[in-house]
């Protein structure tokens, strides 16, 4: 019944949205067309092949304008069947293609995240002092049993008994018993115990100096140690390491958090991670530099200004942040949609929201339906 429904007129499409969908990630796309006057789905075909864009762009000769992500195979298509519209590259695909190119980067200056430690020394000398105990290690699960046999021994020694019946009694050995009885305090029974060598003690040294250095992430200090020869597994050092942390907020910031900070609006931000983005750009000029690039974009993507968009990418393709360089330098490619992307008001925020549609449609259909119905159902579904 829903196939024989007849399919909407199309008319006049001036401002034309171009987007993928997946029926299945990573292996299989569809494309549909968007109405940006009117919202509303025009045409789902199956693949995103340039070739299938640049037919249907031939039969509709008034588009002036298409809007699409950054796919080189939707700039082909429209370059062949519409010469004549321009073509705008769609910015929250670019937001989020410099989110990544931010993250590379910051993740390249992991080591320097952590703020230095009150009073330590300057130079590549750090010592290799015990950092300060904030929480003391649990007490030994043989040490704990070790005191309780001890009490428990002395108490049955002091009625009388016999160190035979006592060993009974306790399920001990009788050599064991002797120890207990002998020991004056539980403290003289469990020292040898407390004195036992643990797998990490030779690398206690370079971890302790590592984390004055401000490295806290028990994984790479893992990583770091086995190259020195440690036999042991990344437990052993979480556990070694444990007695020096104070919760999360004395860790360093990890990658994604400076990157969220460094992506946000400076006025959107938290006073403490204002603080403490502030002090970071003080301490690493790098992230400095890549900040204040990223800030320049974004005023030039909030407030149309894309003729400061040459300017911009010169000034980063100069700069030393490898990843961001390499964005810029792909900007390039598509270099008048991206400029007409920050000029332009156009958005492709109506298509991201019939793909939204679409994908309950497809969801709902699953395993049941083919093409054809999916795009009556979609077309059909304003």
Request: glycine share 10%; aromatic share 6%.
């Amino acid at each position: 019944m829903v196939r024989a429904l007849p399919e909407p007129e199309i008319g006049e499409v001036e401002v034309l949205g171009v987007d993928d969908f997946a029926f299945r990630k990573g292996r299989h796309y569809g494309t549909v067309l968007i109405d940006m006057a009117t919202h509303r789905p025009l045409h789902l075909y199956d693949g995103r092949e340039n070739e299938d864009l640049a037919a249907w762009l031939q039969g509709h000769p008034e588009v002036k304008v298409i809007c699409r992500d950054r796919s080189s195979g939707y700039g082909e298509g429209a370059r062949a069947g519409a010469p004549q519209a321009q073509q705008v590259a769609d910015r929250y695909h670019l937001w989020a293609n410099l989110g990544q190119a931010v993250e590379k980067t910051v993740n390249a200056h992991r080591s320097r995240l952590a703020e230095p430690l009150a009073g330590a020394e300057d130079g590549p000398g750090h010592p290799e002092v015990e950092p300060e105990v904030v929480q003391p290690s649990k007490e030994l699960k043989i040490v704990t049993r070790l005191r309780e046999q001890h009490a428990a021994a002395h108490e049955l020694w002091a009625q009388g008994m016999p160190k035979a019946a006592i060993g009974r009694k306790l399920g001990l050995h009788q050599a064991t018993v002797r120890k207990l009885v002998g020991a004056r305090s539980a403290d003289d029974v469990v020292a040898k115990s407390l004195q036992r060598a643990h797998v990490v003690d030779p690398y206690v040294g370079y971890l302790h100096r590592r984390w004055n250095e401000g490295i806290r992430n028990a994984a790479q200090l893992h990583r770091e140690i086995q190259k020195l020869g440690f036999p042991g597994g990344e437990l052993a050092v979480q556990r070694h390491l444990r007695r020096y942390r104070t919760g999360r907020g004395h860790a360093p910031p990890t990658v994604r958090e400076v990157t969220s900070w460094i992506m946000s609006h400076p006025g959107h931000l938290r006073d403490g991670d204002a603080d403490k983005l502030h002090r970071l750009r003080e301490r690493d000029p790098e992230l400095d530099r890549l900040t204040g690039h990223v800030r320049k974009f974004a005023v030039m993507m909030t407030a149309r200004h894309g003729d400061r968009f040459e300017e911009w990418i010169a000034g980063v393709e100069h700069d030393t942040l490898a990843p961001l360089a390499g964005f810029a330098r792909n900007l390039r490619r598509g270099f008048d949609a991206v400029h007409n992307g920050l000029s332009l008001p156009h958005s492709s925020g109506a298509v991201e929201g019939n793909i939204n549609r679409l994908k309950m449609l497809k969801r709902q259909m699953f395993g049941r339906a083919g093409l054809d119905l999916l795009r009556k159902r979609v077309l059909l579904a304003r």
